[in-house]
């Protein structure tokens, strides 16, 4: 199983995006948080800005849409060139379509999960999406702590995953460090978003322990 560690821009230097970039080039993809101030109470940037990301990184770009109406925005990220786009469970009118239509542009389609979401209405659906976010913590901003409570959710997702013999990339966003990387990993999650665990100190050494202490922990098949 491939263990993918994907940086989360929020925790990066705005000023210098590019080359922050380049700081975590040894990443498998980046994360982009898109933040609406109405589905998150949080405000962070939109397509103009992804667009621009996506024409400087080195790494593909994995989009996390926390925002309402996901179902109309969600397409322009996957037509400016994004790799991977995740919209939350909670906010779109209709998740399989949505999914569907990314696909279409040729995109990853993802679908993100609140702490307090339950996966089992999503598990007949695993089909239609290409990545699944479990959230480790309530989405909206950055360093707060992992929500062991949500790895249930995770095993029941892995588990299903694995019955329906599926390539579904398990993500898991928040609160993501050394020392919970090891957790998440165990219950079945091969996607870890990390943010200040990265960009504090020295990018390439973080992610390489970081993809040893999930390695360390997956049950690989």
Do not use: C
Not at 193 to 217: C, E, N, Y
């Amino acid at each position: 199983m491939t263990t993918r560690i994907n940086p989360s821009i929020l925790a990066a230097d705005f000023a210098n995006f590019e080359s922050e970039l380049g700081r975590i080039r040894t990443a498998d993809l980046v994360h982009v948080d898109i933040m609406d101030n109405h589905f998150v109470p949080n405000l962070t940037f939109g397509l103009p800005m992804v667009e621009r990301l996506q024409q400087v990184s080195p790494i593909p770009l994995d989009v996390h849409l926390m925002i309402d109406d996901p179902d109309r925005w969600a397409p322009g990220y996957a037509e400016v060139g994004a790799f991977s786009v995740t919209f939350h469970a909670e906010a779109a009118t209709d998740a399989v379509a949505l999914a569907r239509t990314l696909r279409q542009i040729g995109a990853r389609a993802g679908i993100a999960l609140k702490p307090g979401t339950p996966i089992e209405p999503y598990l007949d659906l695993l089909p239609e999406f290409d990545q699944v976010l479990v959230m480790t913590v309530e989405p909206g901003f950055g360093g707060q702590s992992f929500m062991e409570s949500t790895m249930p959710k995770l095993r029941t997702l892995a588990d299903a995953v694995q019955k329906q013999g599926l390539d579904v990339w398990l993500q898991v966003d928040g609160g993501v460090t050394i020392d919970t990387i090891g957790i998440a990993a165990e219950a079945g999650a091969n996607t870890f978003v990390a943010g200040s665990a990265v960009f504090t100190g020295d990018p390439t050494a973080q992610i390489a322990l970081l993809r040893a202490a999930a390695d360390k922990h997956s049950h690989a098949h």
